[in-house]
């Protein structure tokens, strides 16, 4: 009895049990945030920028600062890119990917676009289960800010397949970070081929012509009409000085976003660089002159006939065989290669190329024997 009584003072009016249902939804809630790798996407924290964080006058797609995301521009304005030191507070982001409009078009021509876009290969892509009838519904979630407030559109497009869907959001406060989620349906047509070829574009519009906007936006999959891919998308190319800005981009198997999954520096660089390395430091953009830190460096050993070579083997394997730039570390300039000893730059090319290694080679009329020679790299094989 008188433990009876212990437990009935604990149990006060003040204190609240947990339902059974609760604790269950806890714990779910709990494992979903610590299984790994639920997020389809690389980079979507913008962390990683090995190419360089700002690049101004952009007036046509490529990847060009945060890795993994393209921009894509059909004759629609004129743009800086870059990566800014700014995130929505207490969200546990400190970057983001900001387009600027330094060039207006308001009248864009019927075949114009903008598009940022990230890729993703088939065989990351099979849990899925698309084409399958067990396919699964996908939840794309993100923090997004603009001076352009209205409807926007955000696309998945198939491209084993030729399929795609839309779904629309709103950004309703200019200049203010608002979270979005957007549930995509389940698409029991079509697999994604199990390769390292792209299978699977994510796709935020900013603009697009009246060739994108004209037919009935297509909520569900179906086999692509350009016509129904962007309707309703507002212009952010509409007047200078507007911008959009993006991060914590995440999508998912299921119907419900969870919460970001963060991965350390370490881990979303490794991602990267299996489509994009470079020899030179992470702050360091490519191609800078008088750049020595990192740069690879041998002995030529021999003259004649041989010439002098030296094996590279890369961070982590690449997506398939890449193309490799070499640079001058003097000069900055490609195809050069810097004679250390002397002073003097030489031609220098890169050899069996693979997607673990390579090797950078001079030939032995420009690198006599005894010659300290130094080199830069970038290695490259996106989708």
Not at 150 to 177: C, F, H, M, P
Not at 233 to 249: E, F, K, L
Not at 331 to 343: D, E, K, P, Q
Request: hydrophobic content about 35%; some cysteine; charged content about 15%.
């Amino acid at each position: 009895m008188a433990r009876s009584r212990d437990i009935s003072k604990v149990l006060s009016s003040n204190t609240t049990l947990a339902t059974d249902a609760e604790v269950a939804s806890t714990y779910q809630t709990k494992a979903l945030n610590q299984f790994p790798n639920r997020n389809i996407i690389i980079n979507g924290d913008m962390q990683i920028a090995q190419r360089g964080t700002s690049v101004s006058s952009v007036t046509s797609g490529g990847y060009l600062t945060a890795d993994r995301w393209n921009e894509g521009i059909t004759t629609q304005g004129t743009w800086t890119i870059s990566v800014e030191n700014d995130a929505p507070t207490g969200s546990g982001f400190r970057k983001s990917l900001k387009w600027l409009c330094t060039t207006a078009d308001a009248s864009p021509a019927a075949g114009d676009n903008l598009q940022f876009f990230t890729t993703l290969e088939g065989q990351n892509l099979q849990t899925i289960k698309k084409g399958t009838a067990a396919a699964e519904q996908l939840t794309l979630s993100f923090w997004v800010k603009s001076n352009v407030t209205g409807t926007y559109v955000a696309e998945l497009y198939d491209n084993d397949n030729t399929r795609q869907t839309s779904k629309q959001y709103t950004i309703s406060a200019s200049g203010v970070w608002e979270y979005k989620t957007i549930t995509f349906a389940a698409d029991t047509t079509g697999a994604f081929d199990n390769d390292n070829a792209l299978s699977l574009y994510a796709i935020f519009g900013l603009g697009a012509g009246s060739n994108f906007t004209s037919g009935t936006l297509q909520t569900s999959w179906a086999s692509a009409t350009t016509a129904n891919r962007f309707v309703g998308q507002v212009n952010v190319a509409s007047a200078t000085n507007n911008y959009w800005q993006v991060t914590g981009i995440q999508l998912e198997v299921g119907a419900t976003a969870t919460p970001f999954e963060f991965k350390t520096f370490a881990q979303s660089l490794i991602e990267c660089q299996r489509y994009y390395q470079k020899s030179y430091a992470q702050g360091t953009n490519p191609g800078t002159a008088l750049d020595y830190a990192g740069l690879v460096i041998w002995s030529s050993i021999t003259t004649g006939a041989y010439g002098s070579a030296i094996p590279i083997y890369l961070k982590t394997t690449m997506r398939a065989t890449p193309t490799v730039t070499i640079y001058n570390p003097e000069t900055g300039a490609t195809g050069s290669i810097r004679g250390l000893s002397a002073g003097t730059n030489f031609a220098g090319t890169a050899e069996y190329i693979g997607q673990n290694s390579f090797a950078i080679y001079a030939t032995a009329t420009q690198s006599p024997a005894g010659y300290l020679i130094g080199a830069h790299y970038v290695a490259v094989i996106e989708l």
